[in-house]
Every structure is written in structure tokens, then in C-alpha cells.
């Protein structure tokens, strides 16, 4: 029972930097909005596993799947191209606000200039508030890349 009750430990403030501004993805799965903190472990496979788990997996594959991708730049967990792009941008339309979102970070922090177009029009008629800032922010980080 203790088991149980530890894979679903409830965090109500960000390990890292104290905000509560958490998500929980599944189970024991939590990511932190504002730092980019999260608990999962490195995804020892390469980037075609992990894309087509985010493009034809279940709701959860997809979800940790998405969720992996926002770790690119770190060092440890480089798991997507630019090369990747096309695959990134089909998950744009996943029916998952949280894939959604995930994949926008990650394409911004790719400075994905392809997927510029998609990313405004998420940014402005996504039904999630989430997902619209995730894809401002991804704008920004493209067009400031572009200005340099």
C-alpha cells in the first residue's frame, strides 16, 4: 500500500524553484510550468522511438513523449532536430492539451522557423489558455532567433 501511495505523491510546490505552478501529466509524472523542472527519468531510446510514441501512442505515451521533448537544450536529454521538425508539427494537432503545448516549447526552443505559421495560429485559436502561451512563447524565441 505504501508503494501505491508514493507513485502518486501529491507535490503542491516545484522541488526546484517553489512555485506551485505544477502539472500533473500521469501518476507520479509532474512537470513545473515555471522553471522547467520535472521528475521524469532520461529516455534512453532515440528520437524515432520517442516520435512515434508522441504520434501514435496512447494518451500517456504520448503525454511523456511530448514531455521529453521540452528538455531539448539540456544537455542530458537532447532528444529532437531540426531534422525532427515535420514529425513535431503533426503533433501540433494532437486532441491533448498537454502534447500540444509540450511539442510548441520544444519547437521554440529548436527555433523551428517551418513551423512559425502553425505556432502563430495555435498561439491565437488554441481552446487552451496553455497551449496558446506555450506557442507565444515559441514565436518569440523563433523570431527573436531570426533578428540576430
Request: glycine share 4%; aromatic share 4%; net charge negative.
Amino acid at each position: 500500500m505504501d508503494k501505491i501511495i508514493s507513485q502518486q505523491q501529491e507535490l503542491e510546490k516545484c522541488p526546484s524553484c517553489g512555485d506551485t505552478n505544477l502539472r500533473r501529466l500521469e501518476g507520479n509524472s509532474w512537470f513545473c510550468l515555471d522553471c522547467d523542472w520535472d521528475n521524469l527519468t532520461v529516455i534512453p531510446t532515440g528520437n524515432d522511438e520517442l516520435l512515434s510514441s508522441l504520434l501514435h501512442g496512447d494518451i500517456h505515451s504520448r503525454r511523456l513523449a511530448a514531455q521529453a521533448l521540452i528538455n531539448i537544450g539540456d544537455a542530458d536529454r537532447h532528444l529532437a532536430t531540426l531534422t525532427d521538425t515535420s514529425s513535431l508539427l503533426k503533433a501540433l494537432d494532437d486532441e491533448d492539451a498537454d502534447v500540444r503545448y509540450f511539442v510548441a516549447v520544444a519547437l521554440g526552443k529548436l527555433e523551428a522557423s517551418l513551423s512559425l505559421e502553425k505556432l502563430k495560429q495555435l498561439a491565437q485559436d488554441d481552446a487552451s489558455a496553455l497551449v496558446r502561451e506555450g506557442a507565444k512563447t515559441a514565436v518569440e524565441q523563433i523570431e527573436s532567433c531570426r533578428l540576430s
